[in-house]
């Protein structure tokens, strides 16, 4: 019993770490922006669907795909992110939420119009098992956790060492003392987009060989988990989205494995509806961000 | 002037994390009279407002409404049902709707009993709306607002809108007015003018007000007593006479 | 009754005019109306089906203009409330047999209740938290159907839901052919936009409108806000749930697909697209983005990309078209001060 439940909670923190990696873009976008991202999660659908496309009609392998995909994705984010979100900057919430809203819909269905709606098999990856222990781990699953973490001390030490590090910072901090300072905010804005954008398709590119089968409407639940995974860490703190995604992981993982599969995707939407009824700021900050 | 006490402030406290917005302060207001409220910028004037109103709660102390406590009343609570009001410091009007709108609107809730009565438009409804609307066009008049009454509120001036805003204060027929700077960012001839409604409204219909005012002149001709703020604590409660004579006063905020 | 003072058409204009609270047109109403109730007599089956779901999603989108248009709150859960309406007027002539105008009332009924548990908790919230309290409602709503077997059905629906039968006595009528439904849903809608014009007209209204504007004005003029904002979340859940009744009584089949975010995209592009807080809006609106794609046989995929482009026309090229939506925003970062509700 207790090699079942520690192997769920593995199983947990890989998956948590994937949401994680994509609520620290969505967590950054927000923090400059001051919106949220709804089509987060169609950026994590466009790059799974970038290396599939990439690696089954181009016939290129995996590790190629992955540079491959990531690549298409932020040219993608390069132009969405002049065309629409750096627009976005000292607008009213509602502006964010029917653009990013409006995003996801095109975003969604041109894939789906393009490759059609059916699922499709996403073929590589590493999938050999390492041994640790009593059980095995597929080798895709230690390099996402490896990743992740790569990833995250990646973006602590970009916060801290380097200029755009810095001005992130200061935009999501006071963005008219930025502009007045010369802090040139569009850019920030749209460089912090492409990092979010780029790390949640790269996620779904590592995720890819583990889900197997993909398709257009997969970015949708993302989005929502994402949303989950944000309010819990706090809106804007990147460290807690690595907490409260793996944490995430780990409740869905033993909701399934113990209560029941079916219920595993409801976890993340009650996680959120519970959190923005009684602790809208956070597991972790103390103060109202939003 | 009675000397029936009007609003009492008792003790109030107000700390913004570490910083003592209000320390303790003790007011009482007597029915009937204008008082003038003063200090530096930063002596918790509009916070004093915001916590008397309901818009923030205080951390300690009371507020007493003609004896009755309303300290934690939420803030539509104490508009209708205790029958005070309080303009904004920024003028803030209904920007989509023109003024005769705005004006029934800040009449309306003291008019009827209770929020569902508000859905159905029955002949007693639209009685109420009628008398509402003259009484608008009234004060339309009056504030000579009559040129521009027919454009939305946000298209107005800044002068324009601060008229609207004080002729909003009127619709309800309240008991007592905060006004929070009613004065600023208005040019001479409409001073006149809200000078002339306040006093209008405090002699004729017999409202109490507490006015928060930079431009002591005219703050001292117009109030029976004046109240002075200094960081967060109360330096005087005189006449406006004894008050521009007060040495501290004079130091802290009148300028030597 | 106040004269109009604008024009009620308002699909260009780039101000955003003045209004006394409601206003209408009545010329334009009567030849609207004329047009439809002729339809019939030139429009094959094919278009009258067309009409009939525009008009169909007329009544939750009238409940969302009147949530998002007058109120102010963008609220994306309408599609909940349709669902619902629609499972219940499923349910209650799959199981009891009652005739049409039962299930209507009693889907527009469930919906409003639900409504008040769901409010209560969400309407605590502001702004962007509101939106993703709203969206995890549609996403649990998703669950709830799938998983609640014993009356859902899950994933294999409710199918065999009546044709409408409209009964007095003795006299029974079975709603079967297009035109017929045509002429049902056409009475039903010009009911329900009826309700929403009286509402919008009322003092209440005028309410909401300054709950838009101002809500923080609004609270200091004495208008209870939460209560407001609760009433017309139930409101909107009404005309949704009654709309639901129609659909199911129309299409026949209920199913979790009900719940997908397409018919809450949907709602939300007529009412936005259409003009939002204008008394047509809604009404353009669905004509113009479900009675014209349903027409023109345009797939819901492709529907879905032209929503997406519209939602960011109307964002960035006509943001007076949204105005009454953020001028309150507007005022709220110009700031007049917080709330105690508002620290969260």
């Known amino acids: 019993m207790s090699s079942f439940l520690f192997e769920q909670i593995v199983n947990g923190i890989i998956t948590g770490s994937v949401y994680a990696l994509v609520a620290a873009g969505m967590t950054m976008i927000f923090g400059v922006l001051r919106a949220i991202n709804f089509a987060h999660g169609e950026y994590y659908m466009l790059g799974t669907f970038a290396a599939w496309w990439v690696m089954s009609k181009l016939m290129v392998d995996y590790s190629l795909a992955i540079v491959a995909g990531v690549a298409i994705v932020s040219v993608i984010a390069v132009l969405i992110g002049r065309s629409v979100m750096q627009r976005l900057i000292g607008q009213p919430f509602q502006a964010g939420v029917l653009a990013t809203l409006g995003l996801s819909l095109i975003l969604q269905n041109?894939?789906?119009?393009?490759?059609?709606?059916?699922?499709?098999?996403?073929?590589?990856?590493?999938?050999?098992?390492?041994?640790?222990?009593?059980?095995?781990?597929?080798?895709?699953?230690?390099?996402?956790?490896?990743?992740?973490?790569?990833?995250?001390?990646?973006?602590?030490w970009m916060v801290r060492s380097t200029r755009l590090g810095r001005s992130i910072r200061a935009v999501s901090?006071?963005?008219?003392?930025?502009?007045?300072?010369?802090?040139?905010?569009?850019?920030?804005?749209?460089?912090?987009?492409?990092?979010?954008?780029?790390?949640?398709?790269?996620?779904?590119?590592?995720?890819?060989?583990?889900?197997?089968?993909?398709?257009?409407?997969?970015?949708?639940?993302?989005?929502?988990?994402?949303?989950?995974?944000?309010?819990m860490g706090g809106m804007g703190n990147v460290r807690g989205t690595l907490i409260a995604g793996c944490l995430l992981g780990v409740v869905e993982s033993l909701v399934a494995g113990f209560i029941g599969l079916q219920y595993r995707d409801s976890v993340g939407f009650i996680v959120l509806l519970l959190m923005l009824m009684f602790r809208p700021h956070g597991l972790f900050s103390s103060k109202a961000r939003f | 002037m009675s000397a029936e006490s009007m609003l009492r402030i008792e003790g109030l406290r107000k700390n913004y994390g570490a910083v003592a917005a209000l320390q303790g302060v003790d007011i009482e207001v007597r029915r009937g009279e204008v008082m003038g409220l003063i200090g530096p910028n930063g002596s918790g004037k509009s916070t004093l407002f915001d916590c008397c109103t309901g818009l923030q709660r205080s951390d300690a102390g009371r507020v007493l409404l003609k004896g009755v406590d309303i300290t934690g009343w939420p803030m539509n609570r104490i508009a209708r049902e205790g029958r005070f009001l309080r303009s904004?410091?920024?003028?803030?009007?209904?920007?989509?709707?023109?003024?005769?709108?705005?004006?029934?609107?800040?009449?309306?809730?003291?008019?009827?009993?209770?929020?569902?009565?508000?859905?159905?438009?029955?002949?007693?409804?639209?009685?109420?709306?009628?008398?509402?609307?003259?009484?608008?066009?009234?004060?339309?008049?009056?504030?000579?607002?009559?040129?521009?009454?027919?454009?939305?509120?946000?298209?107005?001036?800044?002068?324009?809108?601060?008229?609207?805003?004080?002729?909003?204060?009127?619709?309800?027929?309240?008991?007592?007015?905060?006004?929070?700077?009613?004065?600023?960012?208005?040019?001479?001839?409409?001073?006149?003018?809200?000078?002339?409604?306040?006093?209008?409204?405090?002699?004729?219909?017999?409202?109490?007000?507490?006015?928060?005012?930079?431009?002591?002149?005219?703050?001292?001709?117009?109030?029976?007593?004046?109240?002075?703020?200094?960081?967060?604590?109360?330096?005087?409660?005189?006449?406006p006479e004894e008050v521009v004579r007060n040495p501290e006063v004079i130091e802290a905020y009148l300028g030597g | 009754m106040k004269q109009a003072i604008l024009s009620t058409t308002t699909l260009d204009t780039p101000r955003m005019p003045a209004t006394r609270?409601?206003?209408?047109?009545?010329?334009?109403?009567?030849?609207?109306?004329?047009?439809?109730?002729?339809?019939?007599?030139?429009?094959?089956?094919?278009?009258?089906?067309?009409?009939?779901?525009?008009?169909?999603?007329?009544?939750?989108?009238?409940?969302?203009?009147?949530?998002?248009?007058?109120?102010?709150?963008?609220?994306?859960?309408?599609?909940?409330?349709?669902?619902?309406?629609?499972?219940?007027?499923?349910?209650?002539?799959?199981?009891?047999?009652?005739?049409?105008?039962?299930?209507?009332?009693?889907?527009?009924?469930?919906?409003?209740?639900?409504?008040?548990?769901?409010?209560?908790?969400?309407?605590?919230?502001?702004?962007?938290?509101?939106?993703?309290?709203?969206?995890?409602?549609?996403?649990?709503?998703?669950?709830?159907?799938?998983?609640?077997?014993?009356?859902?059905?899950?994933?294999?629906?409710?199918?065999?839901?009546?044709?409408?039968?409209?009964?007095?006595?003795?006299?029974?009528?079975?709603?079967?052919?297009?035109?017929?439904?045509?002429?049902?849903?056409?009475?039903?809608?010009?009911?329900?936009?009826?309700?929403?014009?009286?509402?919008?007209?009322?003092?209440?209204?005028?309410?909401?409108?300054?709950?838009?504007?101002?809500?923080?004005?609004?609270?200091?003029?004495?208008?209870?806000?939460?209560?407001?904002?609760?009433?017309?979340?139930?409101?909107?859940?009404?005309?949704?749930?009654?709309?639901?009744?129609?659909?199911?009584?129309?299409?026949?089949?209920?199913?979790?697909?009900?719940?997908?975010?397409?018919?809450?995209n949907t709602i939300l592009i007529i009412v936005l697209g259409g003009g939002v807080g204008k008394v047509p809006g809604a009404i353009i609106g669905s004509f113009v983005f479900v009675a014209v794609s349903e027409a023109l046989r345009i797939t819901p995929e492709l529907r879905m990309v032209i929503y997406g482009f519209v939602l960011l026309g109307l964002v960035f090229l006509f943001p007076q078209g949204l105005a009454p939506l953020f001028q309150r925003a507007a005022e709220r970062i110009a700031g007049i001060g917080k709330g105690p509700r508002d620290v969260r």
């Open chain 3, 21 to 264: 609270v409601a206003a209408v047109n009545w010329s334009a109403c009567a030849a609207g109306v004329a047009a439809l109730l002729c339809a019939p007599l030139f429009l094959g089956d094919y278009y009258l089906h067309a009409m009939v779901l525009a008009m169909i999603f007329l009544l939750p989108a009238l409940g969302l203009n009147l949530i998002l248009g007058y109120t102010g709150m963008l609220s994306l859960a309408q599609g909940v409330f349709f669902g619902l309406g629609a499972y219940a007027s499923a349910l209650m002539s799959i199981h009891f047999g009652t005739p049409f105008l039962v299930n209507f009332i009693v889907a527009g009924l469930v919906a409003g209740l639900v409504a008040l548990p769901l409010g209560i908790p969400a309407l605590r919230l502001r702004d962007t938290s509101f939106v993703m309290c709203t969206l995890g409602m549609v996403v649990i709503a998703q669950m709830v159907s799938k998983n609640w077997i014993d009356l859902t059905r899950g994933d294999m629906g409710l199918s065999g839901v009546a044709r409408p039968r409209l009964g007095f006595g003795d006299w029974v009528y079975t709603v079967i052919k297009a035109p017929e439904y045509f002429y049902l849903v056409l009475a039903l809608a010009a009911l329900a936009v009826a309700a929403f014009v009286a509402l919008i007209r009322s003092p209440a209204g005028r309410c909401m409108v300054a709950i838009r504007d101002n809500e923080t004005l609004a609270e200091s003029l004495g208008v209870p806000t939460w209560t407001y904002k609760l009433l017309v979340f139930m409101l909107s859940a009404v005309f949704a749930g009654l709309g639901g009744s129609l659909y199911a009584h129309f299409s026949t089949v209920v199913s979790p697909l009900v719940f997908q975010a397409y018919y809450s």
């Open chain 1, 110 to 156: 041109v894939v789906i119009l393009a490759f059609g709606g059916g699922y499709k098999v996403f073929s590589g990856g590493w999938l050999e098992p390492i041994e640790l222990g009593d059980f095995g781990m597929s080798q895709q699953r230690v390099i996402l956790v490896v990743v992740t973490v790569a990833v995250f001390a990646g973006l602590e």
């Open chain 2, 88 to 239: 904004f410091q920024k003028t803030v009007v209904f920007p989509t709707l023109d003024s005769e709108e705005n004006l029934v609107l800040a009449g309306q809730m003291s008019r009827f009993p209770n929020v569902l009565s508000t859905f159905w438009v029955g002949p007693s409804a639209r009685k109420r709306i009628q008398a509402l609307r003259e009484r608008a066009k009234e004060l339309i008049e009056v504030t000579g607002l009559a040129r521009v009454a027919h454009l939305p509120a946000g298209h107005m001036s800044g002068g324009q809108q601060k008229l609207l805003q004080f002729a909003s204060m009127l619709m309800p027929e309240p008991e007592l007015i905060l006004l929070d700077e009613p004065l600023a960012g208005i040019n001479p001839v409409l001073i006149e003018k809200v000078i002339q409604c306040i006093e209008h409204a405090n002699k004729e219909l017999g409202v109490t007000f507490v006015v928060i005012e930079h431009n002591t002149d005219v703050l001292m001709n117009l109030s029976h007593r004046v109240v002075v703020l200094h960081q967060g604590a109360k330096l005087a409660d005189a006449t």
């Open chain 1, 173 to 231: 901090q006071n963005i008219e003392c930025c502009q007045v300072n010369g802090i040139d905010v569009e850019q920030v804005v749209r460089r912090t987009f492409l990092i979010g954008v780029a790390i949640a398709a790269l996620s779904g590119i590592l995720t890819g060989p583990i889900n197997v089968s993909i398709y257009g409407g997969m970015g949708e639940s993302i989005t929502l988990k994402t949303f989950a995974v944000i309010v």
